[in-house]
T-cell receptor
Framework: AQTVTQSQPEMSVQEAETVTLSCTYDTSESDYYLFWYKQPPSRQMILVIRQEAYKQQNATENRFSVNFQKAAKSFSLKISDSQLGDAAMYFCAYRSAGPNDYKLSFGAGTTVTVRA | DGGITQSPKYLFRKEGQNVTLSCEQNLNHDAMYWYRQDPGQGLRLIYYSQIVNDFQKGDIAEGYSVSREKKESFPLTVTSAQKNPTAFYLC????????????FGPGTRLLVL
């Protein structure tokens, strides 16, 4: 399994402000996929955003955007205009682009707290 | 409603007992997965199946077994050989395309009595 590292166990952000979560990964592959999942207190895993490694353009989904630095093997998530509903645990995940290889490797997660 | 269902929501296991966690999907996905989540940790892959009647071990398969007799169902059995089964178990499914995304069920919390 590939190693995915999330170095921030916890992050706190004021409502309406911006927070950035870091993620680094270890791979020797040139083509792969990266994902951010959100796990709120209900524990339901929800896909937030995904990125294909061969695309240089950073993915964006509404208030969520990524900064993908392939050479640095870095994939950070930026949450803009933070809302109370953004409070959750966020997981970074890696998937190889190899044929018939759909397994995800997850980081340990970052807990985001939103202050009203 | 299309989605993934897991049952039960909570499950209690006695020492030496095998228990089975259910996972059903109506998304017509080819691939299904089982993950284990421990407190403060990410998800770890137990087993996965990319097609009916075929499955592979993940990173922590010892003490678990699965079957895939139907496309929509992928039950996980936690056997008595699993010495530390207390955890949150998540089932997921995906298409088999090149940029497939895994979608998750609501999870089952397993506790040992």
């Amino acid at each position: 399994a590939q190693t995915v590292t999330q170095s921030q166990p916890e992050m706190s952000v004021q409502e309406a402000e911006t927070v950035t979560l870091s993620c680094t990964y270890d791979t020797s592959e040139s083509d792969y996929y990266l994902f951010w999942y959100k796990q709120p207190p209900s524990r339901q895993m929800i896909l937030v955003i995904r990125q294909e490694a061969y695309k240089q353009q950073n993915a964006t989904e509404n208030r969520f955007s990524v900064n993908f630095q392939k050479a640095a093997k870095s994939f950070s998530l930026k949450i803009s205009d933070s809302q109370l509903g953004d409070a959750a645990m966020y997981f970074c995940a890696y998937r190889s682009a190899g044929p018939n290889d759909y397994k995800l490797s997850f980081g340990a997660g970052t807990t985001v707290t939103v202050r009203a | 409603d299309g989605g993934i269902t897991q049952s039960p929501k909570y499950l209690f296991r006695k020492e030496g007992q095998n228990v089975t966690l259910s996972c059903e999907q109506n998304l017509n996905h080819d691939a299904m997965y089982w993950y284990r989540q421990d407190p403060g940790q990410g998800l770890r892959l137990i087993y996965y199946s990319q097609i009916v009647n075929d499955f592979q071990k993940g990173d922590i398969a010892e003490g678990y077994s699965v079957s895939r007799e139907k496309k929509e169902s992928f039950p996980l059995t936690v056997t008595s050989a699993q010495k530390n089964p207390t955890a949150f178990y998540l089932c997921a499914s995906s298409t088999s395309g090149s940029f497939s995304t895994q979608y998750f069920g609501p999870g089952t919390r397993l506790l040992v009595l």
